[in-house]
């Protein structure tokens, strides 16, 4: 971890030394758009935990669009800038980046590495940084908030937190297609297992999915709405097949996607598709004991809270 | 400073056009006559050729040069060979220094001004520092007859058994309790479809009975000391709890052992075996040994049912490893190869879905003592109706093995057509491409193709179980890209086989760090020259043969076990061997005796002196590293031929 001296010298006292924090528990948290209007709940949710688990997250002042969305597609180095922004306010804050948004991070940690790869366009971005009197040397680290937890945090300190174990509850741990692809630093990219091992140390247990890390859909739930209700259905199908009492997700599209449109999905695909979806962290947030109001669970377009309180989960 | 009467050759090659190409080689051996001393500068197209050297040996002769400087390419290269040039004229091959205007300059930059620039500062450094450099003549030192082979797989069997045939002692060391490596988990070999056994277990049995061999099973090579033709070797005989004088392999104790459920290694998992076990039938030795880890007379103390029921009285529990120091001339490593852990591609599901099979599962599946005698059978006991076999898991993976691992995609062939004799269930071999390289392997490939077995051109992406039409109801789906109709296929089959690519044996770190080798980036042992010393290792003496220095067939095994053994031999019958003088030297006037060389030293060559409080160096033993020069707090270790004037003169040379 390279070391970063901070010239500003109100910053707190973690950020004096390195952007990791400086006892990994402090990080400069990127809300990004989704969570602070459609998906408000997985913002509320990740910030209840958070501080459940000791984690300290410091919205990350002045942040802008991350370059996400359509804009990466269509103007890739654009897109990079903005991330770059980000970047830049988090070095200045000597603080480790951390989202919960799967399409966030990915754009993030990309700008963040190709920057560090690629001196053609470190050099594009760095003028386009200095246009606005920023500048970026390359010391953050980005991560996703999921990561952050299962690896950082760890089992033991999880656990310790459990109050309502969720014994019984069969759930599909729907990763998404962005948590840890491309690069799979810290799981394997084509088959996840993070949230599974979260999940049992709930105390519940996942179900085989085959389909865990597959496409949402994406956007495409708007432009090509069959695409994406036959993408949306299949997941939804295979996790009432493979025996699941709801999906977690820990991407606000994702979420959106597999919540929002379930009649309509179910028609596309041929079978009932009702099942509850919620984000990772309103159902870890529910196990270490937090109420409906600290994760939002009546944002929920899905039977999340009847779920939650059935028999089972209590016992 | 070069003295007044020295009269320097300097030689500057153009290598056909490799150093031409890049570096003004006129301008170089202009410049060349700049330097201090030099009376005779030429330039040659190939210096190493005959003709080149001759102008070396004439120049020597005729204008009485005392000192050359060639240059040219790596030192690993020629050195060698322009070192002889001058002695054969008369001229110590010491007071030669070539510079490296090859491999560290013209290959490697594209400005020709530059380059030439640096060739010449290359050579003003070879230049300055000859003048510095002192005769010194080599030493020579006895051959040991013996040889120590590691690893009794195909290459080291090959290897051992030559050597034996021709009169010499061979130590045989093998980790497993049986000779006979990966081949004898085989069922047939491609591309002729000889079965391994049939074609192995005779070497193997010539192995255990030949009077030159001595076979040590169960045994760990754990230190080495020594030199070319000199080493001593220190091996671990694992306990096997069995006194192999008294065993005759009757096989009582196996079948009463209570310990039934241990996975078997030689069945790749896929059957259990007991504690006290023979890893397979025809196993040399073909007596039994006890795996502590399980037994319960070693995990809880109890039990002994095997020692009550040998009639021969041959289990004895406290048997202990045993320490073996043997003395050899030559060493022969030949660990081979493990299986890249299709486990680590979460996607195919192997460990997580049944019927998803490793490439060395099948071949135990397929074989006739396997655990279903041989016939291709799902775990629920029925024949498939189709097979995947998918090519390339793990290998030609920038994320997992960079290179290809060869003989997979005939392998692959070899299973596709097994699959079809046995079971005519329908084969689909998913493939990046096929490379069927060997003699008679490209004939195998069109006869597989016209047994009716299909071929998708594409990886395949993942192995999914999630049912898209009835016909994939309960089945294995292989998802993957048909590259040639450019179309997403999912076929669903009964069993999928992961053609898993291969990876360094484990183990073959710690033994580069025993034997002072080096490995590649992808972990395999990296040899002399990979064209045209493919069995040396960079260190004398020691011989590198099969898949430990990279994926091999059994042809290109048996015939690198063949080569190495013929390096060994050649090495043997010299009985002698000329070492390199360069070593170093403990000062005893300046020695502090603080003795920080001796702890430092990688070859053990040091000692101490404690009448005269100095350390001493043992110059057979040292090998010139210089590990004790750099570390000497007081300067008392010099190393030959790297001394300071000499060092210092050559930096002066790449300044000027």
Redesign the interface.
Known sequence: MSTTVNSNAGASASASTSTRGSDGRVFSYYPGCSQMAMNRAYDVSTRSVAARLGLELVELEDWNCCGATAYVAIREEQAFVLSARNLALAEQAGRPLVTACSGCFVVLNKANKYMAEDPELRSDITRALAAGSMRYRGTVAVRHFLDVVVNDVGEETVRAQVTRPLTGLKVAAYHGCQFSRPFGERADPEFPDTMDRLVNWLGGETVPFALKAKCCGGLMMTTQPDVGRALTGKILKAAKEAGADCVITCCPLCQFNLEGFQRRVGAAVGCDCALPVLYFTQLMGHAFGLDARALALGDSLTPVAELLHREAVHS | MIAQDEKIGVYVCHCGTNISGTVDVSAVAEYARTLPGVAIVREYKYMCSEPGQDLIRKDIEELNLTRVVVSSCSPLMHEVTFRKACNDAGLNGFLFQMSNIREQCSWVHDDRERATAKAKQLLAAAVLRVGQQVAMEERIVPVRPETLVIGAGIAGIEAAVRLADAGRKVYLVERLPSIGGHMAQFDKTFPTLDCAACILTPKMVSVGQHPNIELLTYSEVEAITGYVGNFRVRVRRRATSIDPTKCVGCGLCWEKCAVKKVPSEFDAGMSMRTAIYVPFAQAVPNKPVIDREHCLHFTRGKCGICQKTCPADAIDFDIQDEILDLEVGAIIVATGFTLFDAG????YGYG?LDNVLTALQFERLSHASGPTGGEILTKSGERPGAVAILHCIGSRDE?HLKYCSRVCCMYSLKFAHLVREKTHAEVYNFYIDMRAFGKGYEEFYRRVMSEGVHFIRGKAA?V???A?TPEEEGKLIVVGEDTLLGVTRRIPVDMVILASGMRPAEGTEKLARILSLGCTRDGFYLEKHVKLAPVDSPSDGIFLAGACTGPKDIPDAVAQGAAAAAGALSLIDKGRVIIEPITSEINPEVCAGCQLCIMTCPYTAIHFDSERNVSVITEELCKGCGTCVAGCPSGAARQKSYEDSQIYAEIEGVLA
Do not use: G, I
Request: negative net charge; hydrophobic residues 25%; charged residues 45%.
């Open positions: 680590e591609l979460a996607r997580r994320n993942e999914s179980t999630v898209e």
